[in-house]
């Protein structure tokens, strides 16, 4: 390490941009400017990215310096600085990651708190609809499975579409007992049938 009479010696040099008087200066703080930075941010190789970026901001402002303790001072000072505000940024950035991975998580446990929702409701809807009389449990899956038309259904079961309507009627009738109009719409919506019709 260059002592301080040297370093003060190259100080005229050092101000009118002389490579060898900036490298005396590098030589004299940059190991110890490392080991600092290294303490503060705990990686090595983030350290010596902001202590060579203070001794790029020294080299712009070189004319502003007539004495070495300044020079030391001012490479102290910006690498401190950018520490910092590096650790801020690590905060600010740790911090939206785990919000993110909170919605993230959110989202995923109320998808599937959702989906056992759904799928608790399917069975018990089919649960219902298998305790419907044959011909009634038959119309109503014709209807809402199979998506086929009332003309079609009384010709397939032989009989009228008035009694067709009647079968639908009732075995909706017979839900809404147990299910609201919303519950009824997701499970034919979730079925994949046709949309209620009134």
């Excluded at 002389?18 to 200066?25: I, T, V, Y």
């Excluded at 490392?34 to 202590?51: M, P, R």
């Excluded at 970026?53 to 070189?62: E, G, I």
Aim: glycine share 4%; charged share 25%; with cysteine.
């Amino acid at each position: 390490m260059e002592s301080l009479d040297n370093l003060e010696a190259i100080i005229p040099a050092f101000q009118q941009g002389n490579p060898q008087a900036f490298d005396a200066f590098f030589k004299a703080h940059y190991k110890a400017l490392v080991f600092f930075a290294g303490q503060l941010l705990a990686d090595a190789a983030e350290a010596e990215d902001i202590v060579k970026d203070s001794y790029v901001k020294l080299w712009h402002r070189r004319a502003d310096f007539d004495h070495p303790g300044s020079i030391r001072g001012f490479l102290y000072t910006s690498t401190r600085n950018a520490c910092l505000n590096q650790l801020r940024h690590r905060k600010v950035k740790d911090h939206y990651t785990r919000e993110m991975m909170y919605l993230e998580d959110q989202q995923e446990d109320d998808y599937v708190l959702q989906r056992m929702i759904h799928a608790e409701l399917l069975q018990s809807i089919h649960r219902e609809i298998a305790l419907l009389p044959v011909k009634r449990q038959q119309v109503f899956r014709m209807i809402y499975f199979e998506g086929l038309r009332l003309e079609e259904i009384a010709e397939q079961m032989g009989i009228s579409v008035f009694t067709v309507k009647e079968h639908k009627a009732k075995a909706l009738a017979q839900l809404r007992l147990r299910f609201t109009d919303e519950q009824l719409m997701v499970f034919f919506l979730l079925a994949g049938g046709a949309l209620l019709k009134a």
